[in-house]
């Protein structure tokens, strides 16, 4: 086998160039149609977990569950439970009262780490409000009045 000059190299890669453009981009257009075919698709909820610290409390009502949208070969994603994944709100970092925007994290666990699966969330983040928490009671001290009647008087001990 010769080697071909530079030149020839660039006439032979030219030559005919139409139907070489023309059948990559078929067997491209080819590849992802086939790609796209054999995905499928599997939707699920799992409960959300918070995390935050004892200084501020929730004082929204917020969506208790997230939606999973897994995308990926049958085999894989049939494979995934909802336990395999878990999604949480971290508050710990929230130390003011007042209305945030705070994103959802992901833990993946078991057969969620394995395939080639995507995975995901629906919201993506969600808007809650961190107020101080109510303080307690004062313990209430009894009346003076209530206090004499309550009062046994000294001769009544003997």
């Given at each position: ?69 897994l995308q ?37 666990y078991g ?38 009647s309550e ?8």
């Open positions: 086998m010769r080697l071909l000059s530079p030149r020839a190299l660039l006439a032979r890669a030219v030559y005919n160039w139409p139907a070489k453009v023309l059948c990559t981009a078929l067997a491209l257009f080819l590849f992802v149609f086939h790609k796209l075919n054999t995905q499928q698709t599997r939707v699920f909820s799992v409960p959300l977990r918070i995390v935050q610290n004892e200084t501020l409390n929730l004082s929204d009502d917020y969506q208790k569950t997230i939606r999973i949208n990926g070969s049958s085999e894989d994603i049939i494979a995934i439970e909802e336990a395999d994944i878990d999604v949480y709100l971290d508050l710990t970092r929230l130390d003011k009262p007042g209305r945030y925007r705070v994103p959802l994290r992901m833990n993946r057969n969620a780490l394995e395939g080639n699966v995507r995975i995901d969330m629906d919201p993506q983040d969600i808007m809650l409000t961190l107020e101080m928490p109510p303080a307690p009671p004062a313990p209430e001290e009894p009346a003076p009045e209530a206090a004499a009062a046994v008087p000294d001769e009544a001990l003997r």
